[in-house]
C-alpha cells in the first residue's frame, strides 16, 4: 500500500513540476535570432501619397543579432512598381513570446515612414506571423520563417518537387488574360543543378483553370538567395529566398514589372 501511494506521490509531484515548467517559458529578444525569410503581402489604403495606394507586397532577408536590432534586404511591388528596399529598426520580444518590431522605411521621392509591426513568435523561434499596426492605412500581414542553418547555399539546396502557392495581383502586365486579381498553384521540379519543371493552374482575375506547363532556369547564391526565369509568352522572373532548411521558399515576381504577386515553395 505504501508502494502504492508513493509511486502516486511521484507521479503527482513530476505532473505538477512539468505544469509549472511550462508556466514559467518566458521568452526574451535573445529567442528572436539568426537569419529569416520575410513574406508580406496586402494593400495600402490610405495615409500615403496617391501613388502608394493599392496592393503591396515585400520579399526578403531579415537578420536579427538576438539584441534588439535588425535588418532588412527586401524586394516590393507597390501597385506593380518593383523596388529594392533596404532597412534597418528594432524589436522587442515580450515574455509573452509576442515580437515588436520598429522601423523607418524610405520610399520614392525620398519618403520616410515610420511603421510598427507586431507578431507571434511559435515554432521555437523559428516561424512568426505579422501585421502592421501603424501607421493606419496599411492592411499587410505575412509570415517570417528561420531561414537556413547552414553559411553558403547552392543550387543543390534546391532539389526535387516542391508546391507552389501563389497569389495577389496583375495591374498591368501585358499578354495576359485578364488583369486583376491572380492565383496559381501547382507543382514545380529542381533537378539542382539549375534546372526546373512546372505543372501549374492558374486563375486570372476569374478566367480559372487555365493550365501552365513551363520550363527554366534557377539559381541560389550563398546567401540562399533564389533567381527562377521561365518564358511563358513573355519572360518572368521570380526573386525570393530559401527557409526552413531548404524545405520551402519565399517568392515575388519581379519581372515583367506590373504584378504585386508573391508565393512559396513548399517540399513534398
Request: charged share 15%; net charge negative.
Amino acid at each position: 500500500m505504501n508502494s502504492i501511494l508513493s509511486r502516486v506521490v511521484v507521479v503527482l509531484f513530476l505532473a505538477l513540476s512539468a505544469r509549472q515548467s511550462l508556466q514559467a517559458k518566458e521568452c526574451g529578444n535573445e529567442d528572436y535570432k539568426g537569419a529569416y525569410g520575410v513574406l508580406a503581402l496586402g494593400s495600402i489604403v490610405g495615409g500615403a501619397p496617391p501613388e502608394f495606394l493599392g496592393p503591396f507586397a515585400r520579399v526578403g532577408r531579415q537578420v536579427s543579432d538576438g539584441k534588439g536590432s535588425v535588418s532588412v534586404e527586401s524586394t516590393i511591388s507597390i501597385n506593380g512598381l518593383i523596388l529594392p528596399q533596404s532597412f534597418s529598426g528594432t524589436y522587442f520580444v515580450s515574455p509573452d513570446c509576442t515580437i515588436t518590431f520598429s522601423f523607418l522605411e524610405t520610399y520614392p521621392g525620398d519618403i520616410v515612414l515610420p511603421f510598427t509591426v507586431f507578431g507571434v513568435i511559435s515554432e521555437n523561434g523559428r516561424e512568426v506571423f505579422n501585421t502592421i499596426i501603424s501607421p493606419p492605412g496599411t492592411v499587410i500581414r505575412g509570415p517570417i520563417y528561420r531561414r537556413q542553418e547552414k553559411s553558403n547555399c547552392s543550387n543543390q539546396d534546391l532539389s526535387k518537387g516542391f508546391q507552389l502557392n501563389m497569389s495577389g495581383t496583375i495591374e498591368f502586365q501585358p499578354g495576359v488574360p485578364a488583369l486583376g486579381s491572380f492565383t496559381r498553384v501547382g507543382r514545380l521540379e529542381f533537378d539542382g543543378k539549375g534546372g526546373f519543371t512546372a505543372k501549374t493552374y492558374a486563375d486570372y482575375n476569374g478566367f480559372a483553370g487555365i493550365p501552365e506547363n513551363f520550363s527554366g532556369t534557377y539559381s541560389v547564391d550563398s546567401l540562399c538567395n533564389v533567381t527562377i526565369e521561365y518564358t511563358l509568352g513573355l519572360t518572368y522572373t521570380w526573386v525570393g529566398t530559401l527557409t526552413d532548411n531548404s524545405s520551402r521558399a519565399d517568392l515575388i515576381v519581379v519581372s515583367p514589372p506590373g504584378a504585386t504577386v508573391v508565393g512559396t515553395l513548399a517540399q513534398q
